[in-house]
């Protein structure tokens, strides 16, 4: 069982920044990809930003392209989302998940393997 532990969510006004952080338990060279979802309320869970581990490839939603950028951090078995010019459509519960599904989409969700928690981010306008 893999545990993903996020941080870094809050409220900030619009135009504003946040980096949010996921820490994954394993340390394993199977890992594909990991990615970054959100769900506002009354709205399905939506793809954000992906990446696939092994060579940094990155992926992102269009609502998001320009604006948010997803690293890792290998030796801290970490990935990380930093968000700036911060709108509130972006207001959401933000989740992580991994999956080992090598050579999937990983702009969806079912790929996935494991979630975090999430972790709230609100934008006041």
């Known amino acids: 069982q893999v545990q993903l532990v996020e941080s870094g969510g809050g409220l900030v006004q619009a135009g504003g920044s946040l980096r949010l952080s996921c820490a994954a338990s394993e340390r394993t060279f199977s890992r594909y990809a990991m990615g970054w979802f959100r769900q506002a309320p009354g709205k399905e869970r939506e793809f954000v930003a992906a990446?696939?581990?092994?060579?940094?490839?990155?992926y992102y939603a269009d609502s998001v392209k320009g604006r948010f950028t997803i690293s890792r951090a290998n030796a801290k078995n970490t990935v990380y989302l930093q968000m700036n010019s911060l709108k509130p459509d972006d207001t959401a519960v933000y989740y992580c998940?991994?999956?080992?599904?090598?050579?999937?989409?990983?702009?969806?969700?079912?790929?996935?393997?494991?979630w975090g928690q999430g972790t709230q981010v609100t934008v006041s306008s």
């Open positions: 998940a991994i999956t080992y599904r090598w050579g999937g989409n990983v702009r969806v969700s079912n790929e996935y393997d494991y």
């Open positions: 990446i696939v581990w092994s060579i940094g490839s990155t």
